[in-house]
């Protein structure tokens, strides 16, 4: 979600334009990168296939 479209409970103004405090901080929390930031979807989903297939491998040898 970006914060182009959220509205500040606040102000009632677009998070966007920062008008007040609250709209600044929620803008800049935002704006961090996260730690999954700089993946793309398909690196995302190579992740979790590769996790379900640990997970799987894991379980079958505890059996």
Known sequence: MTYDRLVCANC???VA???CPVC???RER???PGLFAG???AMLIA????LVAA???LAHQAV
Do not use: F, H, Y
Not at 47 to 50: D, E, P, R, S
């Open 17 to 19: 334009e920062g008008r």
């Open 47 to 50: 992740l979790m296939v590769i």
């Open 55 to 57: 997970l799987a491998l």
């Open 12 to 14: 009632a103004s677009p």
């Open 24 to 26: 600044r901080a929620s």
């Open 39 to 41: 993946l793309n979807p």
């Open 30 to 32: 935002m704006q961090e």
